[in-house]
């Protein structure tokens, strides 16, 4: 080479150098935001005081709101979105348009803009009430009017451009950002971004369609790439897990049992307790439950359509009957068949206790007492229950405004009864803590509404169930005792191993002092199950030691539940697979029942 090609090369190289450094430069340019104020155009508070009011608060559905998120600066891939306080804005945070499930919500929304602009218009958002999205259904529509008078219109679709707030799915332009448990269930946000034209733009308006749309924050800025947040399957949170001292003590398990206790982990399968056991016990099979001698699986499936929901699981476990999902101890033709626990109160006079953490109008309670074609029938569920005559019957406050007429503050009853009235003119007392369980008089039923919160902790359920244990032991006939732990179901549905286990927990000391009163006793048959699996969780060790965690989607699945029983008739489940029809099947046969 000669020293002129040196000197040309080293030119070139110098050009090159200083080009790369302008882009550089240029990329290296911090992208700008402007969060729009939603103020102007906010329709409704993140927080909602009462369910079905009309006066909204987020989608009008009580607790079950938005109220956990943090106001102020939220900053997700860079871009700045600002989330207003129901406070400072006199509960005008948030855009919520009601769509065809809240037609009384407003249907449009306007945010002034003031002849702001940028490359991008970005929405923090989410949909609720979606039809499928394959049907490629419509949220809404979105329009960005500019200053010169032209306006831009996009179809904003459900499984495109927006998701579902109580999913994990996310989709092309909707990435999920944020994420949270709401103590009901387990809520997302998701960023999308409209390409705008290079001008000043006016305004933003916001039109429902084919579904809810809650909009949280606007901000117009430059065109940067949004990143999803990762699911968060690491567990860092420390529990209280039960265990035993000693094997359980021995037992007949061809004997005749006096009572019969149920536990139920709603959504509880395999794939729970082996992330429990891990978590807790660095090991599987190392739960209470797993300790119980009789240690098989369970068939969930029902009539369809798809897998069983908890309804028609319910109804096998109560009735020994297959169905349709949705239905409530009826047959898939709508004939109600008596459930064990309704004969074994009627025809041998034992004493029944149906305790949930979740409404007891709600679908896996409703199973043991209700006769309904569709299990969102809550007024009617909620008079089976009145007239059930049940011992006892305990849940959260969300199943408590079906026992008052609409007149009333918390009522949602068209036929105006006051349940709880008739009920106590029945003998019922009515209770909404543990102290008040603990106190309630001997001589009387109790009716509870537990408090929202008050059913999250491990050993709430176990508490629950060793006052009930202590007033049903009185009646010589025995009784039946159903206990449900809705917190695993919540877990799969979310993808949200904290829920997983701190549900599967629940179950474990409901399941310990259950054996340990049975131990004690030598005459009472205790059952754990789940009505299905929800979200086909497993869990292993890494080779490094590490816990992994997988969810492979968020939907209930006919993967077989594991069944552990303990006891006197526990002799009759000891085989590789039952049915969940057998529970049922079996206890009527023990009991000597007569429901068919
Ligand atoms: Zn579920």
Known sequence: MNDKMKISTWVSTCVLFCLSLALALNVAAAPSFTPLPLGGGATTAFADKHPDDRKGGWLDLGGN??????????????????????????????????????????????????????????????AAWCPPAKAKPVTGLLFVDYADGSTTEWRVRFGRDVADWAKPDAYKNAIRVWTAYNANTQVSLFASKFKLDAKPVKSVRFEARESAWMVVAATLGDDVKIAGIKPNLNLDKTYAAPTLGKPPAAFDANAIPKNVILIIGDGMGPGALQLTSLYQHKAEGRLVMEQLPVDTRCVTVSLGPSVTDSAAA????????????????MTEDKKAVVSIAEAASRQKGKSVAIITSDGITDATPAGFYAHVSARNYHEEIAVFAATSGYDILIGGVKGKPWFFGKDTADGKREDGRNLINEMASAGYACIENQAAFDQAPAGKRVVGFMPQGTLDSETCLADLEKTALGRLSRNDKGFFMMLECAITDKGGHGNNPELSVRGTLQVDWAVKAALEFAEARGDTLVMVTADHETGALSARISADGKLLISYATTSHTDIPVRFLAYGPGSGRFDRPLIDNTDVGRTIASLWDLDIY
């Open 65 to 126: 709101d938005l109220s956990v998120i943090k106001s102020g600066r939220l900053k997700i891939s860079g871009i700045s979105f600002d989330i207003l306080d129901d406070e400072a804005t006199g509960g005008k945070s948030c855009i919520v348009l009601g769509g065809p499930n809240r037609p009384y919500l407003p249907a449009r929304a306007e945010i002034p803009v003031d002849g702001k602009q940028g490359a991008m218009l970005y929405l923090l958002h989410a």
């Open 314 to 329: 319910a109804t096998a476990f109560a009735t020994g009957i297959k169905t349709k999902n949705s239905r409530l101890g």
